[in-house]
């Protein structure tokens, strides 16, 4: 059974750094990509950034460069990490990895999940 956990997050004051471990394990495949999602109250679950298994990045739109993916593969971590904080990055940060080996679906039941990390930036 495949494991997802999160680790890293905590309470940041504006403009201020963080940065975010996922450890993944127990999968008999290397899965397609791994990805990084973000929920507020106010806010639906929202993909932040991607890495597939080739190293290729991808990032939201509203990322504006503060948003950086990385993956150790010798450790199975995937990292996650912000700059310039705002109080709207407040959040439960969830790291997802794909089932499948060879598709990086949008649909977000295809994936495994962990059980998030909070994130909370203070003005």
């Known amino acids: 059974q495949a494991q997802v956990v999160e680790s890293g997050g905590g309470s940041v004051q504006t403009g201020g750094s963080l940065t975010l471990s996922c450890v993944a394990s127990g999968y008999s495949h290397d899965p397609r990509c791994f990805r990084w999602f973000r929920q507020t109250p106010t806010k639906e679950r929202e993909g932040l950034a991607t890495i597939n298994k080739y190293g290729t990045t991808g990032y939201a739109d509203f990322a504006m460069g503060r948003f950086t993916i990385s993956r150790d593969s010798a450790k199975n971590t995937i990292y996650f990490s912000i700059r310039d904080l705002t109080p709207e990055d407040s959040g439960t940060y969830y790291c997802?990895?794909?089932?499948?080996?060879?598709?990086?679906?949008?649909?977000?039941?295809?994936?495994?999940w962990g059980q998030g990390t909070q994130v909370t930036v203070s003005a």
């Open positions: 997802a990895v794909s089932k499948s080996p060879d598709v990086c679906s949008a649909d977000l039941s295809t994936y495994y």
